[in-house]
């Protein structure tokens, strides 16, 4: 099946700082890829669907401001989360698909962010 | 109400026993269901898929639908201990936006 990877695969950073994350997609063109984010025991939260070449919209309640996702290329999104908080520490996850109806999603292999 | 719920579990069964995990669902429009194996700090995995009434079967695993009911469940046969692991149950809520429950955790006893 089609590769979605992610890197880092962990991150620990101090609060206040900016951690970025890349989701590639290594086979396919991913014209769209999604972000979530899932905190212990608690399902995959959806935080915001991001398009090549324009801006991400985001899930209710998930703020833009402090999580930026560019998706430059067809095979390239990127998580930052900006002035990063304890609170913010969960596993993110990315998606892509290569277009509707091509029958399935795939999942990157994930990013633990601590913040201390 | 949850968009998918799931009962967390553990649901505990011997080895080669089917185990029997449930979803249900509060969209009745919804059409695709999903359902994803994640392993402890691994991403989710793809199981299967339905979008009709009914079953589907691949190999051990048999996914049912019931939108009368509003339900999804998936069977898995002759379970083995590498099953051990949290299964979730999603809804396509358009797009490949996906809904997911809080996921089952499974145990399968050697």
């Known amino acids: 099946g089609a590769v979605v990877s992610q890197h880092p695969s962990r991150v620990i950073c101090k609060s206040g700082t900016s951690v970025k994350i890349e989701c590639r997609s290594l086979?396919?063109?991913?014209?769209?890829m999604f972000w979530y984010r899932q905190f212990p025991k608690q399902s995959l939260m959806l935080m915001a669907t991001s398009n090549e070449g324009s801006k991400a919209t985001y899930e209710q309640g998930v703020e833009k401001d402090k999580f930026l996702i560019n998706h430059a290329s067809l095979t390239l999104s990127t998580l930052t989360v900006t002035s990063a908080h304890p609170e913010d520490s969960s596993f993110y996850i990315c998606?892509?698909?290569?277009?509707?109806?091509?029958?399935?999603?795939?999942f990157g292999e994930g990013s633990r962010l601590t913040v201390l | 109400q949850k968009e998918v719920e799931q009962n967390s579990g553990p649901l505990s069964v011997p080895e080669g026993a089917i185990a029997s995990l449930n979803c249900t669902y509060s969209?009745?429009?919804?059409?695709?269901f999903f359902w994803y194996r994640q392993y402890s700090g691994k991403s989710p995995e793809l199981i299967m898929f339905i979008y009709s009434n009914g079953d589907k079967e691949d190999g051990r695993f048999t996914a049912q639908l019931n939108k009368a009911s509003q339900y999804v469940s998936l069977l898995i046969r002759d379970s083995q201990p590498s099953d051990s692991a949290t299964y979730l149950c999603a809804r396509d809520r358009g797009t490949y936006k996906y809904i997911f429950g809080t996921g089952t955790r499974l145990k399968v006893l050697a």
């Open positions: 998606s892509a698909t290569a277009g509707p109806n091509t029958g399935e999603l795939f």
């Open positions: 086979d396919f063109q991913a014209t769209t």
């Open positions: 969209d009745r429009g919804s059409q695709s």
